[in-house]
């Protein structure tokens, strides 16, 4: 134990004897920690990111669309419309499988939106059955969602969004206030608990909901609707039910061989994994980045110590003589250089965690630490200095006492 603390008080004071050539060389293993830490931490949060808002567009969740979609990492762009989609293809959806919980017709369209002397020029209007709260997660925060009887009865109510509240209202309640949605005066019944951004980037607390009939009655006067979300009873099903919902809407629109389907079933799996196949590749390419640091810090742990080996040759000849033993020489070296290693790879960690942290809270990101990446730095350091000090440990017990001291 006295050897071992002797040749840690030796390596230490050697190190500071060489303050610039030991901070550049650490410099290495810094970049190394830092990149790896900070690349792990940001893929972490970006996976956490999305699982939120997943499951604030609602859970084992798919969605029928009219027309063609291009799904292009996290977003749907709709490449070719269609008017064949109607509500009684949402019932035949609903009543075809056990797997289905239920399904939500949906219809909508941008309207000019105005109280009193005030107009919100694009605002997107859903004409939704009550049924679409539960299987888009959306709830009331004053107030109360629209009824069976109120879309049966094509009744002119909406429940709003919480930035078409602020925007149109201010401070004032909106709750029973009349709005005129195009043409269309509506009644104001409730409105919805904040939602934020969802994952396509669209703002889910701008936009206002009335009943499909009385969407599709009053303000388009058409009888096709735009999407229906369809919410299954577990997540592994959801493969099943796709699946089933294509059959069925193929029959029922009567597509045949090899046409085209005039409908798109999105899996919002399938979003997740375009998701997490970019953040996967953001993840190599930064663990390839710190691995080349890792190498370069290697690389100048390894050339210091020679160097230091090279100009000690007269001190280690004389412990020599005096008496250490080879292993002593070896293990002082490797401390040296794992020390190098270390003290860098340390410093990387605590800047990289600061660093993350600063990134979750300027980019509003969630914040998560990645276990895995700390443990593959901590390694990385200890294994990165051991093995740069390995090739001048063996030179410096190769050095002879008496050749050295004789010379």
């Known amino acids: 134990m006295i050897r071992l603390f002797l040749n840690i008080k030796i390596a230490f004071r050697s190190l500071s004897n060489f303050k610039l050539r030991t901070a550049l060389a650490m ?17 972490e949060s970006l996976a956490k990111k999305t699982e939120i808002e997943i499951s604030k567009l609602g859970e084992n969740l798919l969605i029928v669309r009219s027309g063609l979609v291009r799904r292009v990492s996290t977003a749907t762009n709709l490449i070719g419309e269609a008017t064949t989609l109607t509500i009684e293809d949402a019932i035949a959806i609903k009543e075809s499988s056990p797997l289905i919980e239920d399904v939500a017709p949906s219809a909508n369209k941008v309207f000019p939106v105005r109280y009193q002397h005030l107009t919100l020029n694009s605002v997107l209007v859903m004409g939704v059955t009550p049924e679409y709260t539960e299987v888009r997660n959306f709830k009331v925060e004053r107030g109360s969602f629209f009824s069976d009887d109120d879309n049966n009865n094509l009744q002119k109510v909406a429940v709003i969004g919480r930035k078409v509240a602020e925007k149109l209202f201010g401070d004032e309640d909106p709750l029973g206030k009349n709005i005129l949605i195009f043409r269309v005066p509506c009644q104001i019944i409730g409105i919805l608990e904040e939602k934020g951004v ?46 089933e919902i294509t059959n069925i809407l193929r029959k029922r629109h009567k597509i045949t061989g090899d046409k085209k389907d005039d409908f798109t079933v999105i899996d919002l799996k399938d979003v997740v994994a375009l998701s997490t196949q970019a953040m996967d590749m953001i993840k190599i390419l930064g663990r390839i980045a710190s691995l080349i640091s890792f190498i370069i810090g290697g690389l100048g742990i390894l050339s210091i110590m020679v160097l230091i080996v090279n100009e000690r040759k007269i001190e280690i000849g004389i412990r020599r003589a005096l008496g250490a033993r080879k292993r002593d020489i070896m293990l002082q070296f490797l401390i040296e250089s794992s020390t190098i290693s270390w ?12 660093a993350s942290l600063m990134i979750f809270y300027f980019a509003a990101l969630p914040i998560a630490i990645s276990l895995f990446g700390l443990a593959i730095t901590l390694v990385a350091t200890i294994l990165i200095g051991m093995l740069a000090g390995l090739y001048p440990a063996k030179k410096a017990i190769e050095i002879q006492p008496v050749s050295i001291i004789k010379g």
Not at 31 to 39: A, D, K, M, N
């Open 198 to 243: 969802d994952i396509s980037g669209f703002d889910q607390d701008n936009q206002i909901f009335v009943p499909l009939n009385t969407f599709l009655k009053a303000f388009v006067n058409k009888r096709y609707i735009n999407n229906i979300s369809v919410k299954v009873v577990d997540r592994d099903a959801t493969s099943q039910v796709k699946m």
């Open 343 to 354: 003290v860098g790879g340390t410093a990387g960690l605590f800047l990289s965690i600061f």
């Open 27 to 43: 410099l290495g293993a810094f970049l190394g920690t830092f990149s790896l830490v900070v690349v792990s931490n940001l893929s």
